[in-house]
C-alpha cells in the first residue's frame, strides 16, 4: 500500500496518459480535482503534499515518486522544478478563505 494513497488518487486518476487532452493545464486539472472531489479528499491530498515535501527528497526521488504514484505530468518539460510544481500543487489546494459576510 501506498504511503501516499491520496496523492496516488490524485495522480492516477487525474493525471493520467490523456490529462492534456481532457484539461488545457495542469492547473485546469487541478481545478477540476478540487470541483470533483469532496473538501476532505482535498484536505487529505494536501497533508500527503505537506508530508511528501518535508522529506529531503531531491529531484529526481520526486519524479519517481510521482511517477510511481501514476502522475503522467512531468513540470519540467515546462520550465519547472517537481519540488516547485510539487509546492504550487500544495498551494493550490489550500482551502481559499470564505468572503466575509454583508
Given at each position: ?6 496523492l ?16 488545457a ?17 482535498v ?17 529526481h ?13 512531468d ?28
Amino acid at each position: 500500500m501506498s504511503d501516499y494513497p491520496t496523492l496516488e488518487n490524485l495522480f492516477a486518476a487525474y493525471f493520467h496518459q490523456d490529462w492534456a487532452a481532457e484539461h488545457a493545464t495542469a492547473d485546469a486539472v487541478i481545478d477540476y480535482y478540487r470541483g470533483a472531489e469532496s473538501a476532505d479528499q482535498v484536505e487529505a491530498a494536501r497533508e500527503e503534499l505537506d508530508r511528501l515535501l518535508a522529506q529531503d527528497y531531491d529531484e529526481h526521488a520526486l519524479a519517481q515518486l510521482a511517477r510511481g504514484l501514476g502522475s503522467e505530468y512531468d513540470p519540467t518539460r515546462e520550465g519547472r522544478s517537481w519540488r516547485d510544481w510539487l509546492e504550487s500543487l500544495r498551494q493550490r489546494l489550500t482551502p481559499r478563505p470564505r468572503p466575509a459576510p454583508r
